[in-house]
């Protein structure tokens, strides 16, 4: 695995079945927003998710705005890295650190942004779903 941030925690080693399923859940709301799909956004938040972003708090229905607002854009492409550095599973609710990196492009140039983020998902009928995400955007070095 390459080393995407020059971070004090370290990366976490390896992942049981379990890990692996909630870190899958996070890594789909991720792929949902870069597609701009509300569907799978819904599909993998609960119904009352809360995005902590920039010193705001965020329903479900602020995050699509923003996303679709991307969207608008005719040369828009996101793509992410994560690098888990904790995933904690206990019966139907789990936590994760990660380093999530992304590099937009948009209008015809790059930019390449880090955040270090926590993620509370809740098992919903089988299924893993983000309940609360807070952000905080590393400084650009």
Do not use: C
């Not at 890990?19 to 597609?35: G, H, P, R, S, Y």
């Amino acid at each position: 695995m390459a080393v995407l941030f020059s971070v004090t925690a370290p990366a976490q080693t390896s992942s049981t079945h379990k890990q692996i399923n909630v870190q899958k859940a996070i890594e789909n709301l991720f792929a949902a927003l870069t597609d701009a799909d509300t569907m799978a956004m819904k599909k993998f938040t609960t119904n009352t998710v809360r995005f902590y972003e920039y010193g705001e708090v965020w329903p479900l229905d602020t995050l699509i705005s923003k996303v679709m607002k991307n969207k608008a854009t005719s040369d828009f492409k996101r793509t992410n890295k994560f690098e888990f550095v904790k995933t904690t599973v206990n019966k139907n609710i789990a936590w994760v650190t990660y380093y999530l990196q992304s590099t937009f492009t948009r209008n015809g140039k790059e930019e390449l942004v880090k955040w270090m983020e926590t993620v509370v998902l809740i098992k919903e009928k089988k299924q893993w779903k983000i309940d609360v995400l807070h952000s905080s955007r590393l400084p650009k070095k």
